[in-house]
């Protein structure tokens, strides 16, 4: 399981650990929290695919791992949501990305990875809604947190709320234009080898796929 995943994910990992080992001996019990629960939710993701029988892209696991460090870890522990005005932008927007091509494969999954099933436009309007719903939830526990806790995760309030949604949305875009390109058969690296790694390592939820892409392959010779 470990010796899958990328470079990028094992360097995040090995630095979560020696962050809990340095802060238990130092007595940083809130730090030695954070790192591990930091730790615990970057591979929760593992353990969920496993225990529904799913292989998860290293890839895929990257940008997940990424995502709870710097939002987390990051973005709490070290402050880099008040240092750098752009990090909030840059968690958001790629997390929007992420569920937008998420919500692509949930629809493929549906239907079998039968693109015939609805017109490309369609499910990558799905995908669309789909992270920006996601989105909208966060936002909502965000309200919710501050509201309940006295916690400040809306910053400045509204400014903030709406800035999120709206770098939301353009992530949203950005993710369903991918898995709109996908559908069309245009897998030209990138966003696309993402989606197109999934399919081929879960190819039983895929099982019409192989159809069109035989009638597909037909096609160009």
């Known amino acids: 399981m470990f010796s899958e995943q ?31 629960a930091t730790l615990g939710l970057s591979m929760t993701p593992l353990y969920v695919a496993r225990w529904m029988h799913v292989r998860v892209p290293p890839s895929f696991m990257a940008a997940v791992v990424l995502f709870v460090w710097g ?33 692509t494969v949930l629809v493929l999954i549906m239907f079998q990875g039968d693109r015939y099933a609805a017109p ?5 309007f799905f995908a669309y809604c789909f992270a920006v719903s996601i989105g909208a939830s966060w936002e ?13 995760m809306q910053k400045s309030g509204l400014r903030d709320t709406m800035g999120d949604l709206i770098v ?3 992530g949203a875009i950005l993710g369903a234009s991918a898995g709109f390109a996908y559908l069309k058969g245009q897998e030209r690296g990138g966003l696309t080898r993402m989606i197109d790694d999934f399919v081929k390592r879960n190819p039983r939820f895929f099982k019409k796929l192989k159809d069109w892409q035989h009638k597909h392959d037909d096609t160009q010779g």
């Open 6 to 36: 990328s470079l990028v994910t094992r360097l995040i990992w090995i630095s979560l650990l020696f962050s809990i080992a340095e802060s238990l001996v130092l007595g940083r019990w809130s730090l030695a929290f954070i790192a591990a």
């Open 71 to 103: 939002t987390i870890f990051l973005g709490e522990v070290f402050d880099f949501y008040n240092r750098y005005w752009w990090w909030d932008i840059v968690m958001h927007g790629g997390s929007a990305i992420g569920f937008g091509l998420i919500g």
């Open 120 to 124: 490309p436009i369609a499910i990558a």
């Open 140 to 152: 909502v526990f965000e309200f919710s947190m501050d509201q309940l806790f006295g916690t400040n």
């Open 168 to 170: 939301d949305h353009v």
